[in-house]
């Protein structure tokens, strides 16, 4: 049996490297248009997390960190194949407030509460993912709905754009 590689700390992150960003090539000329239509989008998720969260934008940042490492995980046979059989890919509270530049402490309290409500949970290495029963997030129905409403509108602004940028 041959040991699957792990994952080095800078690919567990998401943070990016601002210093070598390199801007779409599809930009250039379409500033102004893409712009008002991020800005849209932006704003209304914004907006809508806010409500869903109750204005603690902290939290939600929390959660989808450890969410976008659970989806990640799930859906990409490339990482799969990073944990050992049976493993679940976590992230820890140093890796979020790497990612985030949230303070350990707060990133801490946060996930806590999660927990509390039983969204995420705390596996035996003292990583954090999301909580699954029965192959179902144990995430609330206003999560739910903030996903649905998010996902139409991800799809909204694809529909606004891609006819201007082909």
Do not use: C, Y
């Given at each position: 049996?041959?040991?699957?590689?792990?994952?080095?700390?800078?690919q567990k992150t998401a943070a990016p490297n601002h210093s070598t960003f390199t801007p779409h090539p599809k930009i250039e000329g379409?500033?102004?248009?893409?712009?008002?239509?991020?800005?849209?989008?932006?704003?209304s998720h914004l907006c809508d997390c806010s409500r869903v969260f109750k204005g603690d934008l902290i939290?939600?940042?929390?959660?989808?960190?450890?969410?976008?490492?659970?989806?990640?995980?799930?859906?990409?046979?490339?990482t799969r194949n990073y944990a050992l059989d049976g493993e679940?890919?976590?992230v820890s509270?140093?890796?979020?407030?790497?990612?985030?530049?949230?303070?350990?402490?707060?990133?801490?309290?946060?996930?806590?509460?999660l927990q509390k409500r039983g969204g995420v949970e705390q596996m035996e290495n003292g990583g954090w993912t999301m909580k699954i029963v029965d192959g179902k997030s144990t995430a609330n129905q206003d999560l739910l709905n903030?996903?649905?409403r998010s996902l139409t509108r991800l799809m909204n602004l694809?529909?606004?754009?891609?006819?201007q940028i082909q």
């Open positions: 049996m041959t040991k699957k590689p792990t994952l080095s700390r800078r379409n500033e102004q248009f893409l712009m008002f239509h991020f800005m849209e989008w932006i704003g939290e939600m940042t929390v959660l989808a960190v450890i969410g976008q490492m659970f989806v990640r995980h799930h859906s990409n046979e490339a679940v890919l976590t509270i140093a890796q979020i407030s790497e990612t985030t530049s949230i303070p350990r402490e707060t990133v801490r309290r946060k996930l806590l509460l903030l996903q649905m694809v529909d606004a754009v891609s006819s």
